[in-house]
C-alpha cells in the first residue's frame, strides 16, 4: 500500500509532495547489509528516501532528528530506545530468540 501511494506522486515528478517519506535506519555497516536490504525492499515495491548506515552508533540520535510515525526494529534493546523518546515502535521477531 505505501508503494503504491508512493508510486502515484513519483509518476507525476511530485515526490517532494508525497506524504510518505521512507528511512532505513540500521546499526550495519553498508558494506555488511546495504545493497541486499534496499534490493528487497524495492522488490516489495518500496522505494527508501534515505538509507543511514550507523555502523554500530546508537540509533536514538537519529530519530530524534527525522521524528518518523513509526519505528521498527527487530532488537527490543532499539524499541526500547525509541520509545523513551517518545517515538511508535514496532518489534519485527527476527532471527534466534527474537
Known amino acids: 500500500a505505501l508503494g503504491k501511494l ?3 506522486f513519483y509518476a507525476k515528478n511530485q515526490r517532494i509532495n ?4 521512507t528511512y532505513l535506519v540500521t546499526a550495519r555497516s553498508a558494506a555488511s547489509a546495504g545493497a541486499r536490504v534496499l534490493k528487497t525492499l524495492r522488490s516489495w515495491g518500496l522505494e527508501v528516501d534515505e538509507a543511514l548506515f550507523l555502523a554500530g552508533a546508537p540509533k536514538g540520535p537519529l530519530l530524534q ?3 518518523p510515525h513509526i519505528f521498527f526494529d527487530d532488537q527490543m534493546f532499539h524499541i526500547e530506545g525509541a ?5 511508535i515502535a514496532a518489534h519485527v521477531p527476527y532471527g ?3
Do not use: F, S, V
Open 6 to 8: 508512493q508510486r502515484k
Open 18 to 21: 508525497c506524504p510518505i517519506r
Open 65 to 67: 532528528k527525522i521524528r
Open 83 to 87: 520509545q523513551e523518546l517518545g517515538t
Open 96 to 98: 534466534i530468540g527474537q
